[in-house]
């Protein structure tokens, strides 16, 4: 299947950038991330969460840091599971009510960062894993497309399924417990989505830029939209046009291609912020 | 314990139709306790204005009804043939609205997140668009439907809310009226529309004022909510007259305490 996609990016892109089978296994990986993250961020962005997914980025190291210590061979899924235990210990002492949520996930986030680099520099060699700080896009291989696959459909199936719940959560909790939603299951469900697919997608954008993936392209959505669909529709558009133009920038430039995407992306944010309807 | 609220000029009313009681209703967080001791009939058809002093516990009695937090005692719904009925449709409309006013979000947006499960990022369906169109119709709102839920004022967006919790029509509907953000016009608006609606559609109606004179002039009932229980409830001239509730609210004292013990 993946010769025959191959065959047809060669038939519709015959450029020089395309030609190169890593660049295409880019093209695709672009492709798969952009829309679930433009997708996302939509959300991420109106619920005020930015800085739980940065901390999700953040934390990534440790889970990286676990994996290579119980020397299992792809530090994935150590890092999956470290997100989610993540997400769930945030969840639940954000309901003890202790702090502000913001402190809550600040205290998380920078007690993993700081595990993270530890573990990782015990025997001296964190420099061999500074790849996953600014993630290498050009480095996807077949099997890595297949998981970035899956995680887009799950994302785009929940999306469909339980989006307008997830909007009426984030108006109000008591509202939405008065017309029988559960609030806390959306809740958890959308901050595993946002913990899994950060993770999954964190080796090819890197830790240091991957909220700026989640976080621009909503913004610079939300500048001009009037109306949610507008809002992920136009989200979901500039991460497209960033993700393509970043990465065949990157090829020509020579420059890491996550920070490309992210910069053209922060171009989008002006320009809808200059153009954007006066605020009432 | 056998003090429920209860006037007599509706009680035989309420078996008729149908009634909410509320028996020996408590609320814990942590510690604190915050009510205790609640006991109350919600008839049909009528306004019941729930009053009392900041952080008396009346909107914490409003979310215990809703099923937000939990509670002790007993939530009681009777239908006409006076057998329990469960689950009631319960319409809400929050004190606090507290979302980001910023967001790309549209007034049919709102209305469809929580109307439709067709996710309303991609699909606009002119059925659902009629079927808000004649929810926003009950509060005349339906000029508001495409406007962005962050840019109504006060006023509007409590219209929008009750459009809301009118919608599927539920049969015990609880307001917590917002302490700012409405001018009295907007308000007196507001109370002449739920004063409207109750009769309209024969609603049971719980409503948290802050509003002494409109209370007054529009609600059957009130509720006195102080030191943690309902202190006193009956008519509003029966209530304002109690020299505790006066003395709260600054109101002049005209005769003593005749409002019902609950």
């Known amino acids: ?280 | 314990m056998n003090r429920q609220a209860d006037n007599g000029r509706n009680g035989a009313r309420c078996g008729a139709i149908c009634c909410t009681r509320i028996i020996n209703l408590g609320v814990t967080r942590g510690q604190y306790e915050i009510l205790r001791g609640v006991n109350l009939h919600i008839h049909c058809g009528e306004l019941t204005a729930v009053i009392g002093g900041n952080g008396a516990g009346k909107t914490t009695l409003l979310k215990a009804i809703v099923g937000e937090i939990p509670y002790s005692g007993e939530l009681i719904y009777l239908d006409e043939k006076e057998t329990r009925a469960s689950g009631p449709v319960i319409g809400y409309v929050p004190q606090k609205f507290d979302f980001d006013r910023s967001s790309p979000i549209s007034v049919f947006d709102f209305f469809a997140s929580f109307l439709s499960n067709k996710p309303v990022w991609l699909v606009r369906s002119k059925k659902l668009r009629e079927e808000i169109l004649q929810s926003l119709s009950r509060v005349g709102a339906q000029h508001l439907i495409d406007r962005k839920l962050g840019a109504l004022s006060g006023g509007e967006l409590q219209r929008v809310l009750l459009a809301l919790a009118l919608d599927p029509v539920p049969n015990l509907l609880l307001l917590d009226e917002p302490v700012s953000g409405i001018d009295h016009s907007g308000l007196r608006m507001f109370y002449k529309l739920v004063s409207d609606l109750r009769r309209q559609f024969d609603l049971s109606i719980i409503l948290v004022s802050h509003d002494l004179g409109m209370v007054e002039k529009y609600a059957d009932r009130v509720i006195f909510v102080n030191n943690k229980t309902v202190e006193l409830c009956g008519t509003p001239e029966e209530v304002f007259s109690n020299g505790g509730v006066a003395e709260l609210f600054g109101l002049n004292l005209r005769s003593r305490g005749k409002g019902t013990q609950c």
């Open chain 1, 1 to 280: 299947m993946l010769t025959e996609i191959y065959r047809l990016i060669d038939t519709v892109l015959p450029f020089d950038w395309a030609s190169h089978i890593f660049m295409k296994n880019a093209l695709i990986g672009v492709l798969l991330i952009a829309p679930i993250f433009g997708l996302m961020g939509t959300m991420v962005v109106s619920n005020r969460m930015a800085f739980f997914s940065d901390a999700l980025g953040h934390s990534a190291l440790t889970g990286i840091a676990i994996g290579v210590i119980i020397n299992i061979g792809q530090p994935l899924w150590a890092m999956i599971l470290f997100s989610i235990l993540l997400t769930v210990a945030i969840i639940s002492v954000k309901k003890a009510n202790t702090a502000s949520t913001d402190t809550v996930i600040g205290v998380f986030s920078s007690t993993a960062v700081a595990l993270g680099v530890v573990l990782l520099s015990l025997r001296g060699g964190f420099a061999k894993y500074t790849a996953y700080l600014i993630g290498d896009l050009l480095s996807i291989d077949s099997y890595d497309l297949l998981l970035l696959a899956a995680t887009f459909v799950i994302v785009i199936a929940l999306w469909l399924l339980i989006f307008n719940k997830l909007l009426a959560v984030s108006f109000n909790p008591s509202l939405a417990r008065s017309r029988g939603i559960r609030c806390v299951v959306y809740d958890t469900l959308f901050m595993l989505i946002v913990a899994v697919t950060v993770t999954v997608s964190i080796r090819w954008v890197g830790v240091l830029i991957i909220n700026s993936l989640l976080v621009l392209p909503a913004a610079a959505s939300r500048n001009i939209a009037r109306n949610t669909r507008q809002y992920s529709l136009f989200s979901v558009a500039i991460a497209l046009i960033s993700g393509l133009a970043g990465l065949i920038l990157s090829f020509y430039l020579g420059t890491a291609s996550g920070a490309t995407i992210v910069l053209i992306t922060a171009f989008f944010f002006a320009v809808t912020f200059v153009i954007r309807p006066a605020a009432r």
